[in-house]
């Protein structure tokens, strides 16, 4: 049964084509162990959802601390985005995402210890670097295994993980809240949320050892042997495969060094940093980290109610998220993210204009989880299989470290600069809690038309048939 949920009850032994058989069972298997990698994305970033009431009360922090406690991380995530292509040019994908399980491990044991508000900074950066290594190179070694026909679901794997794993945060803090009073969340509690990130880092690092190395990486240092015993599991025609990986690092070799500012390139890396940005200052991030602070702040309720609207949240995200694993091979990329684009504008603008006339306790709910079941139908999951999917040979793990870096970077901002703007003592407060909303619905509205415009149909194209795409644009 769970070996033919993405391919609609295709044989557990093999998928039959013209030309052989592919082992979607061996695919499935390290798409499951890549995805874990998203899985810790989203437990890391998310784990501070349930434990900021709790670190501002206990560490006594202004506005500005709360957003640095929430942000931080993201710091270390633009370092490992930045990092993660040499490394995953260098050490091989593999090897790059076994780093990125330790720094994971790390974070989770550090920042439930700390005394200090600084040191809990320092972890919870060497957590961000974590997420910015699996944050790029998940998603891209999904992409370098996956058969092309079905490349878009298996990438959203990734993103279906990372969900996932915020859903899980979600429940595991709103049970150890469960667990004591305000006052022992607020000295205890929240040390063992970031501590039970341990459990899911030693799981991630260990099965990663079980799992090959991708074969165009093994292609490219010339290590064809090793690369034709994997694609003859994931390839139809193997033989056929690693000739046109070859074929497509000949091109880029032949154009000596090449430079991303050179066109196409300049175009592509331009694209692929445009939807990293959208994805993120079109608000995503404010209800994932400040969810239950959101609910308490314009809901009303108490910290126990806040948690549970949010595993609601979380929840929604996840069926969403399923929900576009199955369509984005169907009905294509760009339609769904404007589609999705205009949902979200839609939802997230009424939940401003309800905050700005404070009729919020009935309608903030239903239009939160609006906004969220239409990001995770578009720029949640075919956002990461759009820039797993655009870049040549040539550039596509620097390209790739290029966009994921702009997405964290924009992350920060947004994540940093919310809590200001809901603050009474800053310039926004005649708004009613109202303008950040606002300004993410008016991003929506760019987000459509730049998709529009800019950025080609990638569906069911092989990654060398892309490249052949921009040639000629």
Request: proline letters at 3%; a neutral charge; glycine letters at 10%.
């Amino acid at each position: 049964m769970e070996e033919n949920l993405l391919l609609k009850n295709e044989p557990s032994e093999g998928i039959t084509s013209e030309n052989g058989k592919i082992d979607f069972k061996f695919i499935l298997i390290v798409t499951l162990v890549a995805a874990l990698g998203g899985l810790l994305f989203g437990y890391d970033t998310a784990v501070i959802s349930g434990a900021i009431g709790s670190l501002e009360t206990f560490f006594n922090l202004t506005a500005a601390q709360k957003g640095w406690a929430a942000s931080s991380a993201l710091v270390g995530c633009i370092v490992g985005a930045g990092m993660a292509g040499r490394l995953a040019n260098q050490l091989g994908r593999k090897k790059s995402l076994i780093i990125a399980g330790v720094l994971f491990f790390i974070s989770a044991f550090g920042s439930a210890i700390p005394e200090s508000f600084t040191t809990f900074i320092i972890f919870r950066i060497v957590g961000g670097v974590g997420v910015g290594i699996a944050s790029m190179l998940s998603p891209m070694y999904i992409a370098e295994i996956a058969p092309s026909e079905y490349r878009g679901r298996l990438v959203s794997c990734n993103q279906f993980a990372i969900i996932f794993g915020m859903l899980v945060v979600y429940f595991v803090n709103y049970f150890i809240a469960l667990q004591g009073d305000t006052s022992w969340n607020e000295t205890i509690g929240w040390r063992y949320m970031f501590g039970s990130e341990c459990i899911p880092a030693v799981l991630f690092t260990g099965l990663l050892f079980i799992v090959p190395e991708s074969p165009r990486w093994l292609v490219m240092k010339n290590r064809e042997q090793e690369a034709l015993v994997i694609l003859e599991k994931i390839s139809a025609n193997a033989s056929l495969k690693i000739n046109e990986i070859k074929h497509s690092l000949h091109q880029d070799q032949n154009q000596a060094k090449v430079s991303i500012t050179e066109q196409p390139f300049l175009m592509i890396v331009v694209i692929g940093v445009a939807l990293s940005v959208f994805q993120q200052i079109t608000g995503i991030n404010v209800f994932l980290y400040y969810a239950p602070e959101i609910f308490k702040q314009l809901g009303g309720g108490n910290t126990d109610t806040a948690l549970l609207q949010t595993i609601v949240v979380g929840a929604v995200n996840l069926l969403f998220t399923v929900i576009a694993i199955f369509s984005v091979d169907r009905f294509g990329r760009k339609p769904l993210m404007m589609i999705g684009a205009l949902g979200m504008g839609v939802s997230i603008s009424a939940i401003g204009t309800a905050a700005y006339f404070g009729n919020t306790d009935v309608w903030l709910l239903f239009f939160v989880l609006g906004y969220i079941a239409c990001f995770a139908l578009s720029l949640g999951p075919v956002t990461w299989v759009l820039l797993s999917e655009i870049f040549p040979n040539a550039i596509r793990s620097t390209g790739l470290a290029i966009a994921v870096a702009f997405q964290w970077i924009f992350n920060f901002i947004v994540s940093q600069t919310f809590p200001m703007m809901m603050d009474n003592d800053y310039l926004f407060s005649t708004f009613h809690g109202a303008f950040p909303f606002w300004v993410y619905g008016a991003m929506c509205l760019v987000t459509i038309l730049f998709v529009w415009k800019m950025v080609p149909e990638t569906k069911g194209k092989s990654l060398e048939e892309m490249e052949t795409i921009w040639n000629k644009k």
